[in-house]
Every structure is written in C-alpha cells, then in structure tokens.
Nanobody, 119 residues
Framework: QVQLVESGGGLVQPGGSLRLSCAAS????????MGWYRQAPGKQRELVAS???????NYADSVKGRFTTSRDNAKNTVYLQMNSLKPEDTAVYYC?????????????WGQGTQVTVSS
C-alpha cells in the first residue's frame, strides 16, 4: 500500500519559516519525481516545487528564493523548507509522487498539511 504522509504544517507569523516533510512508503522512492502542491480556499491546486529523482528542482515564480525542496532517498523523504512566509502562502500543502515511463505515468498524493501564515 502506497502512503505519502506529510508533516510539519502549522501556524506561523509572516516572515517566519516552516519545514514540511513527506515520508513515502510502498514505492521505490528513488524512481519517483516528487512535488509539492498547494491549494488555498476557492483556488485551484498549484505546483509549488518539484524535484526529480536525480535532484533537479523546479519552483513556482511566487516562491523562488524563499522555498527550497530537497530529498533524502535513504529515508524515502522529501522536504520543503519555507522561509520568509507570506499570508498568501496560506494553503493546504500536498505531497505528490510521479513515476513516468514511455507513455505511462503513475502518481500518488498525500493527505495534505495545513499551513497558515497570519499575525
């Protein structure tokens, strides 16, 4: 059974930091591209950051320079370090795992963790 379990969310003041973690089980973690998405109330889910199996990263323009994603393949875990948080970063953050080969892809989602940035 595949599980992606996020942790590390919470309430933080503007300008603060949080580190999210996503622990994966039931998959060969090193094969998967991992991503962080977020969804704010009334808005569509959007990609925040992603990291390939070989460590290449990609970020949404809105978080570049503030967020950093990394992975530890030995621990089957991906991280999202969030600095200089803004109220507009408030959302439920979801972990995503994607494995693609030829024309087929398989993806899994975590249950999400709430991040609230407010004074």
């Amino acid at each position: 059974q595949v599980q992606l379990v996020e942790s590390g969310g919470g309430l933080v003041q503007p300008g603060g930091s949080l580190r999210l973690s996503c622990a994966a089980s039931g998959i060969i973690f090193g094969f998967y591209k991992m991503g962080w998405y977020r969804q704010a109330p009334g808005k569509q889910r959007e990609l925040v950051a992603s990291i390939t199996s070989d460590g290449r990263t990609n970020y949404a323009d809105s978080v570049k320079g503030r967020f950093t994603t990394s992975r530890d393949n030995a621990k089957n875990t991906v991280y999202l370090q969030m600095n200089s948080l803004k109220p507009e970063d408030t959302a439920v953050y979801y972990c995503n795992a994607v494995y693609s080969i030829l024309t087929t892809s398989t993806q899994y989602w975590g249950q999400g963790t709430q991040v609230t940035v407010s004074s």
